[in-house]
T-cell receptor
Framework: DTEVTQTPKHLVMGMTNKKSLKCEQH?????MYWYKQKAKKPPELMFV???????INESVPSRFSPECPNSSLLNLHLHALQPEDSALYLC?????????????FGPGTRLTVT | AQKVTQAQTEISVVEKEDVTLDCVYE???????LFWYKQPPSGELVFLIR??????QNEISGRYSWNFQKSTSSFNFTITASQVVDSAVYFC?????????????FGKGITLSVRP
């Protein structure tokens, strides 16, 4: 099973709202990633978790707060977002040891900030 | 610093034509990994292939084939007898690091449209 699931598929939120994006994988991968993708652009890395610890933060604004509760789950908490944060948010996972291995992506959450 | 260039931005072909998507990369490392991903209109990136820098053998998987040439720093992707379902954005990516801190550097992507 090479499936990464993400919920919700679509999210519309106001600039004062707090919401969370969820990602789950059951492939036994110990690295999980959040990407942001704007239309007609490649994905941009936001965060990497390795063995449930944050290993890379690509200078993402603090209004984005990642969390990795266990090896299968990855959350992205959103607060006080700006309209320019509207994008497709992709989660991915991969093996860790002796990599880099291919990353498996979820279908994404299409976020609109109003 | 690593860089991936996909000079073609949009390609349009008629079904059953062969099409080659170009990818040129830059890296200072001797050990690196190259990837191709497909992103259909649904949005999910689909992994197609991973190749390390020590393996220059070309690969064929059904209608897909890849030509890796270190001498020209290229990793091109050919679709034979294209089909409408091949319509998607295709990204070439490079990773120098190993393990959990590996970061993918993506090219800008090539939008392939296959017309019936």
């Amino acid at each position: 099973d090479t499936e990464v699931t993400q919920t919700p598929k679509h999210l519309v939120m106001g600039m004062t709202n707090k919401k969370s994006l969820k990602c789950e994988q059951h492939m036994g991968h110990r690295a999980m990633y959040w990407y942001k993708q704007k239309a007609k652009k490649p994905p941009e890395l936001m965060f990497v978790y390795s063995y449930e610890k944050l290993s890379i933060n690509e200078s993402v604004p603090s209004r984005f707060s990642p969390e990795c509760p266990n090896s299968s789950l990855l959350n992205l908490h959103l607060h006080a977002l700006q309209p320019e944060d509207s994008a497709l948010y992709l989660c991915a996972s991969s093996q860790v040891i002796a990599g880099p291995y291919e990353q498996y992506f979820g279908p994404g959450t299409r976020l609109t900030v109003t | 610093a690593q860089k991936v260039t996909q000079a073609q931005t949009e390609i349009s072909v008629v079904e059953k034509e062969d099409v080659t998507l170009d990818c040129v990369y830059e890296t200072r490392d001797t050990t690196y990994y190259l990837f191709w991903y497909k992103q259909p209109p649904s949005g999910e990136l689909v992994f197609l292939i991973r190749r390390n820098s020590f393996d220059e053998q070309n690969e064929i998987s059904g209608r897909y084939s890849w030509n890796f040439q270190k001498s020209t720093s290229s990793f091109n992707f050919t679709i034979t007898a294209s089909q409408v379902v091949d319509s998607a954005v295709y990204f070439c990516a490079l990773s120098e690091d190993t393990g959990a801190n590996s970061k993918l550097t993506f090219g800008k992507g090539i939008t392939l449209s296959v017309r019936p």
